[in-house]
């Protein structure tokens, strides 16, 4: 609980199968603190109705294993706060532990990329630098074991947890390698493992550098920034920012992300939650002169809350043109709160803004340039950039269930940023709730997670 005991976490969530905004707490410690002090009467009654059936439950169902305290109390809270919208929620001891990681970027575990091969978990590639990489694991070993436990058929996300546990803890894990197959087995440290949320930076010949923004974490603006430089010092004359299927993250990651565009003290987002008095402003911090240059950004519907906001600011303020699909439309706040039992309470305290005062929540942003891809080809581009290993065309195809596809969105945007350096003015589009929805979306966005330190 280290990093939640020492802040309140906001989270702009979607669909909650991942993540997570940051502000204030809007009053949030004194009902922690209060929990169970109800401030008004008609409360106080409802939370005495809601313990008195605990206890006849508890006392009358005929299944006392079903009706324990604890059970009870988790279904209670789980049914009121998820009835309150779709991004509120109850998240348990386990949820609030995997929330912990994916804020921090890090986890403890052994180092090694896997994905399903035909229902065999198997490893894509080894981590540079972890406990996988260093005991001599290798691409295409297949997990048939975790410490004494058969592995065959697990599922993926059930495997990755077993993997996964506290920094410095022992886990065996036995391989099949080879043809004909043989059982190789490891007993691995589990590390902090980190992991990298500002991936493939490259410049291409013609000066358009290229940066993918996986998600918002904790050093995702840091990454980004060092990217930037990266591009700059060897001749970068245009940018390409892709946040497609990016699902959100740390609001103060999104707003470090668009700082080296913006002025010092230049706003980039605000939120407004019940009072308009506690409007709150973030500001970019830019200690550098902005840097000047004709930069395109990729969204689609799986891009939602931080990556909104970075396409919002970007796109309101003229510095960018969006190329691709219409955005996921993610724009409330929510406040996690850690309670009693080590779990944790996520609840809509806000909307966000763009600069200029419009609300993405349930509209999206709707692109400049609209490229929109089938689902098929979405899944194809994805995996070709994920796995550059794979270039034959067949296996490709047999490995992943769909063909090779071009990435016209990319190409669409290079052609945007020529363009502009031949001297053309950017393309402008319509107003965002213009009805432009992307065919290839449908991933669950997930959060904007923020923090704030009590």
């Known amino acids: 609980m280290g990093t939640v005991r020492r802040m309140f976490k906001r989270i702009i969530s979607v669909g909650f199968g991942v993540i997570a905004g940051y502000l204030m707490t809007l009053g949030v410690v004194d009902v922690v603190q209060a929990w169970g002090l109800w401030p008004d ?8 109705q809601v313990r008195e059936v605990m206890m006849l439950l508890n006392k009358h169902y005929v299944d006392a294993d079903a009706v324990t305290g604890d059970k009870l109390a988790e279904q209670a809270i789980e049914s009121m706060v998820g009835a309150l919208d779709p991004y509120s929620g109850f998240l ?24 399903d091969v035909e229902g065999r978990v198997t490893v894509v590639a080894p981590i540079a630098g972890t406990p996988g990489e260093r005991a001599g694991i290798l691409r295409g070993d297949v997990i048939v074991k975790v410490d004494d436990a058969d592995a065959r058929g697990w599922k993926l996300d059930e495997l990755v947890g077993r993997l996964r546990g506290k920094p410095g803890t022992e ?3 036995t391989m099949e390698r080879g043809e004909p197959a043989r059982e190789v087995t490891f007993t691995l440290k589990r590390e902090i493992i980190k992991v990298d949320s500002v991936r493939d930076v490259t410049l291409r010949d013609d000066g358009v550098g290229y940066i993918r923004v996986a998600l918002f974490a904790d050093r995702t603006g840091e990454e980004f920034v060092a990217a930037v430089r990266k591009l700059r010092d060897q001749g970068m004359r245009a940018l390409v920012i892709d946040l497609r299927n990016n699902p959100g993250g740390l609001l103060t990651a999104a707003v470090e992300v ?11 987002v605000y939120t407004e939650g019940r009072d308009p008095k506690n409007r709150e402003e973030l500001r970019a911090k830019g200690a550098m002169p902005p840097l000047d240059l004709p930069i395109a950004v990729l969204v ?12 919002g600011a970007l796109k309101d303020t003229g510095r960018a043109v969006l190329v691709g699909g219409k955005t996921f439309g993610k724009g409330s706040v929510q406040t ?3 309670i009693r039992g080590d779990a944790g309470l996520r609840v809509t305290t806000a909307k966000y803004y763009t600069p200029s005062g419009v609300t993405i929540h349930e509209r999206g942003i709707r692109p400049d340039v609209k490229e929109v891809l089938t689902p098929e080809q979405e899944k194809a581009v994805f995996l070709q950039r994920l796995r550059p290993d794979v270039v034959d065309p067949a296996v490709f195809a047999e490995r992943f269930g769909v063909a090779m596809a071009e990435d016209t969105q990319l190409a669409a ?18 107003a965002d709730d213009e009805d432009d929805t992307d065919a290839g979306a449908g991933s669950e ?3 904007v997670i923020e923090e704030e330190t009590k």
């Open 258 to 268: 668009v700082e080296p565009f913006f002025k010092k003290n230049e706003l980039v």
């Open 41 to 48: 009467r008609e409360t106080s009654r409802a939370a005495a």
């Open 336 to 338: 996690v709160i850690p």
């Open 445 to 447: 966005a997930a959060d």
């Open 300 to 311: 689609n519907g799986g891009s939602a809350s931080a990556a909104e906001i970075v396409a």
């Open 92 to 115: 348990n001891a386990e949820a609030f532990r995997q929330l912990e990681e994916e804020i921090d970027s890090k986890f403890g575990g052994i180092g090694v990329q896997v994905e």
């Open 413 to 430: 945007a290079v052609r945007e940023l020529h363009a502009q350096l031949g001297g053309a003015a950017p393309t402008r589009g319509g």
């Open 171 to 173: 886990v065996s894990v």
